[in-house]
């Protein structure tokens, strides 16, 4: 079975500001990585994903996040923030295609102006 | 933009009554997958559809939760009796086949039971 853990549960931070996400994962065998956004009363809307290849994944708004097999992490990163990106955001783990997203518990990111 | 659609959007109900959340996902993804956010945790999976087929119910609560896909397309989750624990918020995604699991999700329905 695979399990996700996100450390920290809320981060506070000052716009313009950078800011990381923590995500550790454990699992037997290889896996999909992904890191979902929640805003509020919203849905989940995927950011980024790791599925193979270059272990430094980017989205289209800024952020990154690096697959790191040996530590087992896939941390979330974005060097300046906005008052926008207040949101949650989650990490997940898929054993295969098609399988189901295993999350963590979230992290809540509030920017401050 | 096509999206997954869930309806209701917000349900409030008192226990030991019955709920039913719908879901109609993105025109031709054969996957839909129901999940539970518990407030303050990240989605669980509840149920996974291929088509009209289950492929994993192992966490839905059997004794009063059941879901359908009858035709392949929308889908629908139901409560019977609602307790108080399940108040949460109920996703529904979907996925296309041969995409690599991307899942894309609904708005959801929350879910209070008092």
């Not at chain 1, 980024?48 to 800024?62: A, D, P, Q, R």
């Not at chain 2, 719908?22 to 839909?32: F, K, N, Q, R, V």
């Not at chain 2, 509840?46 to 966490?59: R, Y």
Request: with cysteine; net charge negative.
């Amino acid at each position: 079975a695979q399990s996700v853990t996100q450390l920290d549960s809320q981060v506070p931070v000052f716009e313009e500001a950078p800011v990381e996400l923590r995500c550790n994962y454990s699992s037997s065998v290889s896996v999909y990585l992904f890191w979902y956004v929640q805003y509020p009363n919203q849905g989940l809307q995927l950011l980024l994903k790791y599925l193979s290849g270059s272990t430094l994944v980017e989205s289209i708004n800024g952020f990154e996040a690096e697959f790191n097999k040996s530590q087992t992490s896939f941390h979330l990163r974005k060097p300046s923030v906005h008052i926008s990106d207040t949101a949650e955001y989650f990490c997940a783990v898929s054993k295969a295609a098609g399988n189901k997203l295993t999350f963590g518990g979230g992290t809540r990111v509030l920017v401050k102006p | 933009e096509a999206e997954v659609a869930q309806s209701p959007r917000y349900k409030i109900t008192e226990k030991s009554q019955a709920v039913a959340f719908w879901c109609d996902p993105i025109s031709g993804h054969a996957t839909l997958y129901w999940y539970r956010q518990i407030l303050g945790q990240g989605p669980e999976l509840l149920v996974q559809f291929q088509d009209e087929s289950v492929v994993d119910d192992s966490q839905l609560p059997k004794d009063r939760f059941s879901a359908e896909r009858l035709k392949g397309v929308d889908s629908t989750l139901k409560i019977q009796p609602a307790e108080l624990g399940d108040s949460a918020m109920y996703l529904c995604a979907s996925s296309f086949p041969g995409t690599l699991n991307e899942q894309f999700f609904g708005p959801g329905t929350r879910l209070t039971v008092l």
